[in-house]
Structure formats: C-alpha cells, structure tokens
C-alpha cells in the first residue's frame, strides 16, 4: 500500500516539494558553511518523494550543543517557513476525504523540516 501511496504522492506534489529540497541542498553546498545545511535539505528531499512507509524518529545524535545551534540557525532561517508550507500543505488536503493520508504526510514531514538536526525518517 505504501508503494501506491508514494507514487499518488509524487504525482500530486511530493516530486516538485521533493527536487526543491533537493535543488536548495545543492544551492546550499555551495558554500563550506551551507554543506550541513545543503546535506539535511537533501536527506529531507529524499524522505519528501517516498514519505510513505517512513516514521519520524528522534535522532539521538541530535542531542549537544552543535545539532542545538544548528537546528536555531536552520530554524531562523528556512525550518518555520518549511514547516508553515507543510501545516498549509495539511490543512487544505483534510478538506477531501481522499486528501487525509496525504495530510498526515505532511503533519510527519513537519518536526522534521523544523529541526531536521534531532530528527530522521527511516
């Protein structure tokens, strides 16, 4: 069921949410301070194509201060932008019935696009 629910998915929005984390983790490798940024955004894109059959687990290398300041620059930066786009995202899909698996998409992908430092998708 996952695999039909990861094709739908990329078919009606995750392959262009997909490649726009992929594109900005490569815009954001450009720099040497941008790479641990650039290399989140692109596991995220990873996770954003295929985000059924996945489950957010708190990330124990995430703890201490460097993921901390990471996840404050991340956060002030892009992670509440992406974030608001997935509540977004979430809340006009849970107008249809159809749209509420995607929606719950979406709700998952949300911790991890805020603080994507203490959190992975596996």
Not at 3 to 12: A, D, K, P, Q, Y
Request: proline share 5%.
């Amino acid at each position: 069921m996952s695999v039909l629910g990861n094709i739908i998915w990329l078919i009606f929005g995750g392959l262009i949410t997909g490649l726009g984390y992929l594109l900005g983790g490569l815009l954001l490798c450009l720099t040497i301070v941008g790479i641990p940024f650039g290399l989140k955004a692109m596991r995220l894109g990873a996770a954003t194509l295929t985000p059924f059959g996945k489950a957010v687990i708190a990330d124990e290398r995430g703890e201490g201060f460097l993921p901390l300041l990471l996840n404050v620059i991340w956060i002030l930066l892009f992670g509440w932008e992406i974030a608001l786009a997935h509540l977004v995202s979430a809340a006009i899909l849970t107008i249809t019935i159809i749209g509420i698996p995607f929606a719950k998409q979406h709700v998952k992908l949300i911790p991890v696009a805020f603080a994507p430092f203490s959190f992975r998708l596996d």
